[in-house]
């Protein structure tokens, strides 16, 4: 094992499948030099070794990067280019959800349109509201995209490593925080599937279901609440579209009891969908309600203490899941 924090490991998937496949190439802003000398982020030194054909720097323009991205895969090559920070991902949105979700469908299934867009997102770092605001559920709603949101930096690589490879449109969100938080990479060469699940913590009182940078509040809460008797079972999605929906009703029917976790504001948030589904297919194992544990319905704050209150913390899992506890 290797200690990796996420953006390096996502910069050992791009230039792992860049070595593998001549057609891989990566672009965005500024990914070859400037904000990009840090060695922890993920395109790193990558147009020192692939140069500039295969590392493009692009204009400030996120609907030029993602029409780069549709018209290259068209052609049969794989983008995987940036778009800098998620609210961003609303003026790229045209090219990816009204041409890339819908091409492979409009062709009848008949051609491939492989294209990876990896988005940062995330509060934290006192990025304010124009950069910070998650829309995870934004593009989970638009059949014909894969979004994927790994809470690990070992889940980060195999998850990237498969999405260039995937035949489809794949939106690759991470979480900046976790570019700055070492953890565990295996050292082989490995990929994991888009759609499974993990059960990251095993536990029979209660379920909770999150993702991303929520998973290890998640589990920092469970392990306190562990040494009080109460045994959490943590599921971390991995990705949002497909919807692992065997593995959280199979978790729910064992504890009866959900809460759901994430970072994103609460008002149509992917929490809902969640939640949904649980009413639907297993409504008569619940014990208690569904519990959401969200960021309030607010932009991002600026402000350190503001931006801390905004995000979801342990003890808000912890008093959450004592709740429908009785």
């Known amino acids: 094992m290797q200690n990796l924090t996420l953006g390096e490991a996502v910069k050992q998937a791009l230039r792992e499948e860049m070595l593998r496949d001549e057609n891989v190439f990566v672009a965005g802003e500024g990914i070859g030099v400037g904000i990009h000398n840090n060695p922890k982020l993920p395109t790193h030194g990558l147009l020192e070794e692939f140069g500039p054909e295969r590392v493009k720097d692009t204009p400030v ?6 029409g780069l991205a549709v018209g290259a895969s068209v052609m049969g090559l794989r983008p995987v ?5 998620n609210p961003f991902f609303t003026i790229a949105s045209d090219q990816i959800i009204n041409h890339a979700a819908k091409l492979r469908y409009l062709s009848g299934g008949k051609s491939k349109f492989p294209l990876v867009v990896r988005i940062k997102t995330g509060a934290g770092i006192g990025a304010g509201c124009q950069h910070s605001h998650n829309l995870e559920a934004w593009v989970a709603h638009c059949p014909g995209l894969k979004v994927v949101m790994p809470g690990t930096p070992a889940d980060a690589k195999g998850l990237l490593k498969t999405a260039i490879r995937d035949d489809n449109p794949v939106i690759f ?6 570019n700055f938080i070492p953890m565990p990479v295996p050292e082989e060469d490995y990929t994991i599937p888009l759609g499974p699940a993990d059960i990251k913590k095993p536990g029979d009182d209660v379920t909770v279901v999150t993702w991303s940078k929520m998973l290890g509040t998640a589990l920092n809460a469970a392990g306190k609440l562990e040494q009080q008797g109460i045994s959490v079972e943590v599921v971390d999605l991995r990705t949002l579209a497909p919807l692992d929906e065997d593995t959280i009703l199979k978790s729910v029917r064992k504890t009866g009891r959900l809460l759901v976790l994430h970072e994103a504001t609460r008002t149509g948030g992917f929490g809902g969908e969640i939640a949904a589904l649980v009413a639907e297919k297993a409504f ?10 969200t960021a309030p319905d607010i932009p991002v704050p600026y402000s350190k203490p503001m931006e801390q209150f905004y995000i979801p913390n342990e003890d808000n899992v912890i008093n959450g899941i004592k709740s429908i506890l009785g």
């Open 61 to 66: 323009s996120e609907a030029a990067i993602a």
């Open 81 to 85: 280019v940036e778009i800098m920070f």
């Open 173 to 178: 969100i991470e979480d900046m925080i976790l």
């Open 284 to 293: 008569n194992q619940l014990k208690a309600p569904v519990k959401r544990i």
